[in-house]
């Protein structure tokens, strides 16, 4: 396993001392030495990835779909060596690395489908009218082209799906983009094993090397000036929302504009109608209790909160979640930080007044180290809507229920939330009927609303939604998750009067790709 | 003509003293009197669009067709009022008005078109999977919301086409939102009646009455509120660099970003290649001389920069551009302070080392005041590229012919160009073929291309992209003319496992409004 930096497809041989990879669990460092790369490093990186752009902006789609595929087909390669190696970095359970390993080729190929197909480029045709009166219309035709280079930073709790190879990096690949990965120093070795699969990727398929660079950086200053590089067109990241507002601040530095997209945090309230509570306390209770504790509760779209309406029902549900609770063992958490912040952030909340715990969980491992304890709070409506620091993630295995004394309470609830990936609302056929008000205001507020299911377990399709107001992301126009995602990685451009032997593939009058094009407001193939 | 602010669809009673309109070419003050709005009058019309946003959000497609057709006809019907009202305030001569007056009205029918049909929400459909292994599949379905109340700010060269009832306000009601217009001081008795002809429509067909606020000022202290304002949700605007800038770093401070639309200044520069300037010297400087004076070149598309390898041919265009310039009238421009900064940019360009004068026209009125005078100008490749001065747009009838030495300084000068609206290409048949490298580099550069044609007269169509690079805009990604300005206004929302009769029509399985939805990859009325 080579430990270098990657400047454009090249291994870079590194100056000065190197840093390890912390195992969570043990707190021991793991094999291995990374180094910081330089800022050379990363503006050769960034001027590499604009001379590949040159040439991978119009490359056949069918190289480009290869590409995507050749890279799963990598990744499936590396096998156990990447499972165990992002285990031990992470402390996500093998069980879920493999299902995250599924998703990542799984997305790559979606791409590869998606570019394949060829229609994502919403060609649009208005044909000349010369003989228009008063004056005659020109042939204008317009597709979507890739902004150029893009820069995604790794995510903490994705170590495959988010990180080198994850939807970031497959959504810029699969719009025509290069890419300059920053890798999350929570999986160092992780991102070079799938750094390396990208690498064989690039050398198969025969695309421009300046394609993809890998730099990793103990502090901030290679991510900050990534940010700020005159040739960056676009950056993704995934993570708090501390760091998420440091990164938009630096980009509003830049003189040329440019698209960041950042998700961070969000709550992803569940909203507990009284007849679902009614019929089905326990089975709501087992359902949220494992939604919580999924993963260390380390999901942006973990249930951090439950709304209900006081009744018989809801403490019958109450008691069975404190019970699910008591019996959820800890987990490993990400980074050793990341559980002291979770300790931290929940043991806060629980000292705030009015704050009083249903559960905390006992089955603490001591043999390991960043270990979560599950916990779980509730909270009058009252106090809820006065204390504002109830409002903010609690990054793990914690939610908070906040019980309102009526129906209008519970709708004055919805509306004092910020911005949401993702919103729930469990209600038995034919209650939400009653609850118009709360509905509309809970949909304005989020990307995603789910009935009577879980919010984590985020599909990677193409009606997928994931990306809501501020807070949770700083532009609710686009999503990091599903098909959609090339969109935050594109711009129009029109062709006017050009001859047609000149225009793309996409705009050319016989359709040479197939495919579809709106032309007079009809979706053809013609 | 009632001179007042209108709030939510009211006038309301101005307090304190009033400013006039000024006719430019008289500089003396038109009939009526304007009243600043107060930050009071201002955080009413944002609170009211917020209302009536939760009501529009949802309201029946063909009831806002209809709204969008009223407004178009109302306008029609104002006629010769508008017309020389705005001829009066603007400077702009009336059969210009008419053309813009049909552009505008035009471009709502097209919104109501756009609506009616129904599509434009991209619908997207990825059915449940119940069976799939090893998880199953929810059944997701995605479509476009609208983001909520928008600011629009007057652009000072189109009264009629970019400011009260023009493109950005057309396509903001067409996705669903409220509108408040900050009046632009160059039209303020125009925007009164156009403001008088929304109000109408709303009227007549019923759609609620926060929809739309009209408010003036005379300085600039009701633009920096509504764009911090919380409730506001996206901003458009169409003006010059420094008021662009401006705007997008009042929106920097704003707790929650949102989308700010700036279209700012461009060149659109027109390279002419050799063959062409072989074969129709004369011709291509009469179609450049006609689009640089065309409206006292006060279009965000006039072709400030026009590109070419020094040949006899270039001679020859040369003079036939000097001799087309000096037959070109003075024209009265839109403001005096418009005017004013013409003469002063376009004298301090010609003042610079290495640019000369190739015409000035003689023909000016001095009957008038606010006269433009037509301006050419030439200077070499290698000035150019070391003065980025004369990079910068000169708004009025003012051009620059910059001369290359050869084929690659013509391919440098193109590298070093900044953003534009649009670039154009003046070439023979078969010519293209040999500058690869500078059609790729100027495609990058700008959003719309156009081959043997002139910048100005922008079609308002499907296909029509009007936003380009930085700074010709702060957002490549949308545009402000054509059809799909919709976007600008819309985010997704997906449902998740929602019963079929809570789903938005566009969403429901038989598909009630029979528009295209996407399904596995083929856009379907299914």
Redesign the interface.
């Known amino acids: 396993m080579a430990y270098r930096n990657i400047i454009c497809s090249a291994f870079r041989d590194p100056s000065g001392p190197g840093f390890p990879a912390i195992n969570p669990a043990t707190g021991k460092a793991l094999a291995g030495e990374f180094h910081s790369a330089s800022l050379q490093d990363a503006d050769d990186a960034m001027k590499g990835a604009e001379q590949a752009f ?1 040439e991978y902006k ?1 490359i056949d789609k069918d190289i480009k779909a290869a590409f995507l595929r050749a890279i799963a087909d990598e990744i499936s390669w590396l096998g156990d060596t990447l499972i165990c190696r992002a285990a031990e970095e992470s402390g996500l359970p093998v069980g879920r690395l493999q ?1 995250e390993m599924g998703r990542t080729t799984g997305q790559l190929r979606m791409f590869a ?2 570019v394949e ?1 060829g ?1 994502w480029v919403n060609a ?3 044909v000349a009218l010369p003989d228009r009166k ?2 005659p ?2 042939d ?3 597709m979507l ?1 890739p ?2 280079p893009v820069v995604v930073f790794g995510a903490s709790n994705f170590p495959l799906a988010f990180s080198v190879a994850g939807g970031d990096t497959a959504s810029a690949f699969a719009a025509g983009c290069p890419v300059v990965v920053k890798v999350h120093p929570a999986h160092l070795g992780t991102s070079a094993l799938v750094g390396g699969a990208i690498l064989k990727a690039i050398e198969k398929t025969g695309v421009p090397t300046g394609l993809f660079s890998l730099l990793y950086d103990e502090g901030h200053d290679i991510g900050a000036y990534l940010v700020k590089h005159p040739k960056t067109k676009a950056v993704a990241f995934t993570g708090s929302f501390k760091g998420g507002n440091a990164l ?1 601040q630096l980009a ?1 530095q830049r003189v ?2 440019i ?1 960041v997209f950042v998700e961070m945090g969000s709550i992803n309230p569940i909203v507990l109608l009284p007849e679902a509570l009614n019929n089905r306390a326990q089975v709501l209770a087992s359902q949220c209790a494992a939604s919580i504790a999924l993963g260390a509760g380390q999901f942006c779209t973990n249930p951090g909160l439950l709304l209900a309406i006081k009744s018989p029902a809801l403490d019958t549900f109450k008691e069975a979640l404190a019970a699910a609770i008591k019996e959820t063992p800890s987990a490993t958490m990400l980074t050793p930080g990341i559980c002291e912040n979770y300790g931290a952030l929940s043991k806060a909340v629980l000292s705030a007044n009015g704050v009083t715990l249903i559960a905390e969980s006992p089955l603490v491992n001591t043999e390991l180290k960043s270990q979560s304890v599950a916990r779980m709070a509730s909270v009058s409506a009252t106090v809820f809507l006065s204390n504002k620091q109830l409002h903010e993630e609690v990054f793990g295995p914690y939610s908070l229920l906040v019980v309102a004394e009526d129906h209008a309470e519970l709708t004055a609830l919805v509306a004092a939330l910020e ?1 949401q990936l993702t919103a729930t609302v469990m209600a038995e ?1 034919g209650e ?2 009653a609850y118009p008000e709360l ?2 205001t809970l ?2 507020k ?8 879980v919010p984590t ?1 985020v ?1 990677v ?5 994931h ?1 809501g ?2 807070p949770a992301t ?4 686009f ?1 990091s998750v599903g098909s ?1 995602a090339v969109y935050r990685f ?10 047609d032997d ?1 225009l793309p593939d996409a705009l050319k009058a016989n359709n040479p790709l197939g495919i ?1 094009r ?1 032309i007079d ?3 053809i193939k013609q």
């Open positions: 040159q119009n299902g489908n998606l197909e229609s649009i045709i208005d008063p004056l219309r020109a204008i035709r317009r082209v902004l150029g938009i509003q040329h504009p698209p911005g056929k939400l009927q509905i509309s949909t304005d989020t990307g995603r609303i789910i009935l009577n299911g377990g599909e399709s193409a009606a997928m939604q990306g107001p501020y700083n532009d609710s126009r999503t959609t594109v711009r129009p451009v029109a062709w006017q009067d050009w001859d000149l579809f709106l407001l009809n979706w």
